[in-house]
T-cell receptor
Framework: SQTIHQWPATLVQPVGSPLSLECTVE??????LYWYRQAAGRGLQLLFY??????ISSEVPQNLSASRPQDRQFILSSKKLLLSDSGFYLC??????????FGPGTRLTVT | AQKITQTQPGMFVQEKEAVTLDCTYD???????LFWYKQPSSGEMIFLIY??????QNATEGRYSLNFQKARKSANLVISASQLGDSAMYFC????????????????FGKGTHLIIQP
């Protein structure tokens, strides 16, 4: 069966510090992978998606970046965090038309 | 313009009653998919139900059904016989398939409805 892992589960970081969130999937190969962010009390906003190794598309301009070094690994990074980067970050895998799987999420608080 | 509109920020419903959560969408893509997700306080996104734009019948999954009215661009979620465990945020989402490179660019979400089931 398919599984998505995300870590860390929670993170508290000061403004200006770097960030690295990791997402890995199991049980599939060559998946489309996605990073979403959910601000407090809001819906999900698509940040990045990737259709393959080294292929990253950005939906919104920001100080975040993403990388896909391996087929089933997707990383979200920042060199310097802003207060506005606080939120709940969800990795997702989409296979087919309606098989949408989300990871457990990372709750990031920037102080 | 918003692609997904959920007009009910919050709802209180008595246990065992049926619930309808509203969702309207906007797209010019003839091929799209509509989704409903449940997000409990833990934060996980739980897939509930899917409706394709070409599906002739309304989708059903257990106590969940999707009232799909294509001409009105409406995709309301109906929960029959609500339970206390149904209390959560509910999100409507859409994936456009033809004009967006086969849907590779992910889902567009509404702002959600906070459903509270009262005993």
């Amino acid at each position: 069966s398919q599984t998505i892992h995300q870590w860390p589960a929670t993170l508290v970081q000061p403004v200006g510090s770097p960030l690295s969130l990791e997402c890995t999937v199991e049980g599939t190969s060559n998946p489309n992978l996605y990073w979403y962010r959910q601000a407090a009390g809001r819906g999900l906003q698509l940040l990045f998606y990737s259709v393959g190794i080294g292929q990253i598309s950005s939906e919104v301009p920001q100080n975040l970046s993403a990388s896909r070094p391996q087929d089933r690994q997707f990383i979200l990074s920042s060199k310097k965090l802003l207060l506005s980067d606080s939120g709940f970050y969800l990795c997702a895998w989409i296979a087919g038309t309606y098989e949408q799987y989300f990871g457990p999420g990372t709750r990031l608080t920037v102080t | 313009a918003q692609k997904i509109t959920q007009t009910q920020p919050g709802m209180f419903v008595q246990e065992k009653e049926a619930v309808t959560l509203d969702c309207t969408y906007d797209t010019s893509d003839p091929s799209y998919g509509l989704f409903w997700y449940k997000q409990p306080s833990s934060g996980e996104m739980i897939f509930l139900i899917y409706q394709g734009s070409y599906d002739q019948q309304n989708a059903t999954e257990g106590r969940y059904s999707l009232n799909f009215q294509k001409a009105r661009k409406s995709a309301n979620l109906v929960i029959s016989a609500s339970q206390l465990g149904d209390s959560a945020m509910y999100f409507c989402a859409m994936r456009e398939l033809m004009y967006s490179g086969g849907g590779a660019d992910g889902l567009t979400f509404g702002k959600g409805t906070h459903l509270i089931i009262q005993p």
